[in-house]
């Protein structure tokens, strides 16, 4: 059992390059979802899945696109990485029925020069 | 919309004694769940302690403890027996108890341990 699995751990982009973050879970939780962590701010929500095929914005959205095509999996793309988008991306998952409890992988550091 | 305050943006404490650290939040809600989450250096998320916002009794989890004060909307960690390992970011959060499970973070608090 594996829990949440991020790819890569680490990645440098150069403006204007795209890339897609990748997250997988074998839990078979309903709800997965992508926050961006920067010092000072805490985590904030950039994207969410209630099931596959579903899925809506957070509180930072743009820049990324998601989507759900299995339980499974939730990537992230980011379309024209900008600096502002140097962070470090976490991946979460969870059931709708164990509220509130949810597993996060080990995150992916980012940095755009 | 719902925020989370968490004002101490370092703590330190010594080793074996104990430390608080302190969240506020701000909802319209009457249920909810508050979270602490604590991220050691590898990175990763680790759920501390939950609260549900509709039980009176505060929640412990060995040596840690909070302390709910839901009309103040307070929420206070305790670490009792402090140790090495608990040298971490500490994290509160905010969830609604129906709807799409989205958490809601404050900024974090840095907990040093001395030896």
């Known amino acids: 059992n594996a829990g949440v699995t991020q790819t890569p751990k680490f990645q440098v982009l150069k403006t204007g390059q795209s890339m897609t973050l990748q997250c997988a879970q074998d839990m078979n939780h309903e709800y997965m979802s992508w926050y961006r962590q920067d010092p000072g701010m805490g985590l904030r929500l950039i994207h969410y899945?209630?099931?596959?095929?579903?899925?809506d914005q957070g509180e930072v959205p743009n820049g990324y696109n998601v989507s759900r095509s299995t339980t499974e999996d939730f990537p992230l793309r980011l379309l024209s990485a900008a600096p502002s988008q140097t962070s470090v991306y976490f991946c979460?998952?969870?059931?709708?029925?164990?509220?509130?409890?949810?597993?996060f992988g080990q995150g992916t550091r980012l940095t755009v020069v | 919309a719902q925020t989370v305050t968490q004002s101490q943006p370092e703590m330190s404490v010594q080793e074996a004694e104990t430390v608080t650290l302190s969240c506020t939040y701000d909802?319209?809600?009457?249920?909810?769940?508050l979270f602490w989450y604590k991220q050691p250096p590898s990175r990763q998320m680790i759920l501390v302690i939950r609260q549900e916002a509709y039980k009176q009794q505060n929640a412990t989890e060995n040596r840690f403890s909070v302390n709910f004060q839901k009309a103040a909307k307070s929420f206070s960690l305790k670490i009792s027996d402090s140790q090495l390992g608990d040298a971490a970011m500490y994290f509160c959060a905010y969830r609604k108890l129906w709807g799409a499970q989205k958490l809601v973070f404050g900024q974090g608090t840095r907990l040093t341990i001395n030896p």
């Open positions: 899945s209630v099931g596959a095929g579903i899925t």
């Open positions: 909802t319209s809600e009457s249920d909810y769940y």
């Open positions: 979460a998952s969870s059931f709708f029925r164990e509220a509130g409890i949810a597993f």
